[in-house]
T-cell receptor, first 112, second 111 residues
Framework: QQQVKQSPQSLIVQKGGISIINCAYE??????FPWYQQFPGKGPALLIA?????SEKKEGRFTISFNKSAKQFSLHIMDSQPGDSATYFC???????????FGEGTQLTVNP | DTGVSQNPRHKITKRGQNVTFRCDPI?????LYWYRQTLGQGPEFLTY????????KSRLLSDRFSAERPKGSFSTLEIQRTEQGDSAMYLC?????????FGSGTRLTVV
């Protein structure tokens, strides 16, 4: 059962543009929603995360928007840079320290 | 302590052989996790430990897979009688609360 669906699978954005990646989840027991960034040959690295009692969280150029009723959340990358080119994964976690359920990933390419 | 360390980084083995991977977590973290990632997919949960106790195992973890965490420190993941379908990146992570830190993984190729 795919509990976290992510789209698009790939995304190409021009430098300075906005990158938007969407996720939808099924498990209403999730109470923590992180986004991870992964470069080739490296493990995923935590980028930003949100709890379901908040509708938006912003850290620098990265913003998560969360819609609890729709069971959807999205990552917005403002002023996208070539260095942001990586694979991004959304995830859900039920309780602190339990397993993460990942989406399928979005390969982002930012053209200079 | 600079992060989660995994060894080896790469492993090529013949089908039917046994392999063992090691993970050294961040020392302050009490939980340790193993995930498997295939090309173009998100990581899939395999198992996790709190200290030395193995708390959960995924149904993905067949009888050929075994994980240990003696003394609640480093962990090993062993795959017996490897199959070509075991080819993947095996990721280890440790956490304190919600904050996960992943290692760079061990890439296994079964030929």
């Amino acid at each position: 059962q795919q509990q976290v669906k992510q789209s698009p699978q790939s995304l190409i954005v021009q430098k300075g543009g906005i990158s938007i990646i969407n996720c939808a989840y099924e498990n209403t027991a999730f109470d923590y929603f992180p986004w991870y960034q992964q470069f080739p040959g490296k493990g995923p690295a935590l980028l930003i995360a949100i709890r379901p009692d908040v509708s938006e969280k912003k850290e620098g150029r990265f913003t998560i928007s969360f819609n609890k009723s729709a069971k959807q959340f999205s990552l917005h990358i403002m002023d996208s840079q070539p260095g942001d080119s990586a694979t991004y994964f959304c995830a859900g976690e039920e309780t602190s320290g339990s397993r993460l359920t990942f989406g399928e990933g979005t390969q982002l390419t930012v053209n200079p | 302590d600079t992060g989660v360390s995994q060894n080896p980084r790469h492993k090529i083995t013949k089908r039917g052989q046994n392999v063992t991977f090691r993970c050294d977590p961040i020392s302050e973290h009490n939980r340790l996790y193993w995930y498997r990632q295939t090309l173009g997919q998100g990581p899939e949960f395999l198992t996790y430990f709190q200290n030395e106790a193995q708390l959960e195992k995924s149904r993905l973890l067949s009888d050929r897979f075994s994980a240990e965490r003696p003394k609640g420190s480093f962990s090993t993941l062993e795959i017996q009688r490897t199959e070509q379908g075991d080819s993947a990146m095996y990721l280890c992570a440790s956490s304190l609360g919600y904050w996960y830190t992943f290692g760079s993984g061990t890439r296994l190729t079964v030929v």
